[in-house]
């Protein structure tokens, strides 16, 4: 058999795949039947996946062998106005989606300023973007706290049943708190606006399960009450959900959901009050859809905890399962780590977890630049070890030992531990902590290694004198982000970006999918890194 006979038969094979797939399953239109089974390293939201576990195991281009032959394979300057801190969201990806071109890797980030882009990953070309129209203006100026743009990072998934055409859709929050629909490939918005969330509340990444999307508000911003969203895409009537919270959720990842579909959150400093739905510092279990209380965790030294301002809610939660649990792993700038039973993650009196740890980070007790920021991600390597992997601010405490350590980390570092059983309760073992990195983001891992990004950020908020530092006072103090990658067992450096990337970058992060690696910066830039 010759080239081109090889050539149709593996086309006339993929049809009768494609075409015996739709007759199982007769809604799906020829794209969403294409790009559901897309194998290679799909990223469609924070963290990859509902639980936020930070887990590509789809990706299979980069290996540890070929690693350091990464390279910068092309950068683009996007049109996007930074507003405060805030410039890009974390990239989302789709390989092998099907255009009227051809099969096309995809990525989607959306600007501070409403601004929406889908790239080709190949080229680094426009394949379509939109800015978005909104409404409203804001009550204050734009600050690094409230920046008065977008921030919650999009989602991809199914077209909605009233959606005027199907197929994959990006789902987008706008400034102004509405919710934009696109098609992933025409990015024709294929449903009008739909409120969601208050305007300029500061919406955090978006969740999405069984047509249902979630989101998170915090820090008061434009007066918007702090609490969880949901918005339930298969109701006519696009139902919005509210639980308040008393307390804001700003870890950047957002709501993690219960392999059931739960809604998990941490909140921050503020009211502890339960008579009245109040829960700072906490680790709170909702009801998907419409957001009723569950179960609930809070520490016992909560109130220690609120008043230095060490808040949980600088993290997000993360949910895998070990043994016979489904367990949430919890943190904040405190610098120690819970892991909660997802069924009853406070115990009888709800302040007690399964394993809380000692002091792992913030010795000093600072409330800025220091202990756990961002969002933990986990795996289960070929032997069976659960792992997980924190971003660390700061240095490790000095009671804590790691077995493997690259020198000392003033700035930050990756730490990395073992998940095992003791008295028949899980519990953390320190394994290896990373070079020193500042600062480091929330990690993804591929194929036994972790991607991670050193942002290049400055968590210091205020100055020698106890005045809160403006936008360009904390610009003024940032570097520029380096790409690693590490051995996922051991923390070696397999690759770093040395000076290829020239901004920096707050409270995004990466993605990794498709054998690349993409990364967007404050002033815009969005770079992708392969082999």
């Known amino acids: 058999m010759n080239l081109i006979q090889r050539s149709v038969a593996c086309v006339l094979s993929f049809l009768v795949l494609v075409v015996h797939m739709t007759a199982q399953q007769p809604t799906r239109s020829l794209t969403d039947t294409v790009t559901a089974f897309s194998p290679r390293g799909t990223w469609t939201r924070f963290g990859g996946d509902p639980q936020r576990t930070g887990w590509n195991k789809a990706e299979v281009d980069l290996t540890p062998s070929n690693i350091k032959n990464l390279k910068l394979q092309w950068s683009v300057q996007l049109d996007n106005q930074p507003k405060g801190l805030q410039g890009l969201t974390v990239p989302i990806a789709r390989p092998s989606s099907l255009t009227q071109q051809g099969f096309k890797d995809l990525i989607a980030v959306a600007g501070a300023s409403d601004k929406v882009f889908v790239i080709d990953a190949e080229t680094g070309k426009m394949f379509w973007q939109k800015t978005l129209s909104i409404e409203g203006n804001p009550t204050g100026a734009d600050s690094w706290l409230c920046h008065n743009g977008i921030n919650a990072t999009p989602v991809l998934g199914p077209a909605p049943p009233d959606a005027s055409s199907g197929g994959q859709a990006l789902f987008v929050v706008a400034s102004d708190g509405k919710l934009h629909t696109f098609g992933w490939v025409s990015g024709e918005e294929i449903l009008p606006p739909i409120p969601f969330v208050p305007a300029l509340g500061k919406a955090w990444s978006l969740n999405l399960l069984n047509n249902v999307l979630y989101t998170t508000t915090s820090q008061g911003c434009n007066s918007v009450k702090s609490g969880v969203w949901s918005l339930d895409l298969s109701d006519p009537s696009h139902k919005v959900s509210f639980f308040p919270t008393g307390a804001g959720i700003w870890g950047r990842a957002g709501p993690a959901m219960t392999a059931d579909g739960r809604i998990v959150v941490e909140t921050g400093d503020g009211t502890y009050d339960v008579e009245k739905n109040m829960y700072a510092d906490s680790v709170l279990v909702l009801s998907p859809k419409d957001l009723k209380m569950m179960d609930y965790y809070t520490p016992e030294n909560r109130a220690w905890v609120t008043r230095k301002d060490l808040d949980m809610g600088s993290f997000g939660p993360t949910v895998f399962p070990f043994r016979d649990w489904e367990l949430i792993a919890a943190s904040g700038k405190e610098g120690v780590i819970y892991l909660l039973d997802a069924k009853s993650p406070g115990g009888a009196n709800q302040s007690t977890p399964l394993?809380?740890?000692?002091?792992f980070a913030n010795e000093e007790v600072n409330f800025a630049g220091k202990g756990f920021w961002g969002a933990f991600s986990t795996w289960q390597d070929g032997s069976g070890t659960r792992w997980l992997y924190a971003p660390a601010w700061g240095p490790p405490a000095s009671t804590v030992k790691f077995p493997v350590q690259?020198?000392?980390?003033p700035h930050g570092s990756v730490m990395a531990f073992k998940v095992e059983l003791q008295n028949k309760t899980p519990i953390l073992i320190p394994a290896w902590n990373s070079t020193d990195m500042a600062l480091p983001t929330p990690s993804i891992i591929a194929n036994?290694?972790?991607?991670?990004?050193?942002?290049?950020d400055d968590g210091t908020q205020?100055?020698?004198?106890?005045?809160?530092?403006?936008?360009?006072a904390r610009k003024a103090r940032t570097s520029h982000a380096v790409l690693y990658v590490l051995d996922a067992a051991t923390g070696r450096?397999?690759?770093?970006?040395?000076?290829i990337i020239k901004g920096f970058s707050h409270f995004s992060g990466l993605t990794v999918s498709g054998g690349k690696v993409f990364i967007g910066t404050y002033d815009g830039t969005v770079y992708a890194f392969g082999l």
Do not use: K, W
């Open 462 to 472: 205020v100055n020698p004198n106890a005045v809160l530092l403006n936008v360009n």
């Open 493 to 499: 450096v397999l690759f770093n970006s040395g000076d």
């Open 355 to 359: 394993y809380r740890s000692s002091l």
């Open 448 to 456: 036994e290694m972790v991607f991670v990004l050193s942002d290049g």
């Open 406 to 409: 690259y020198g000392s980390t």
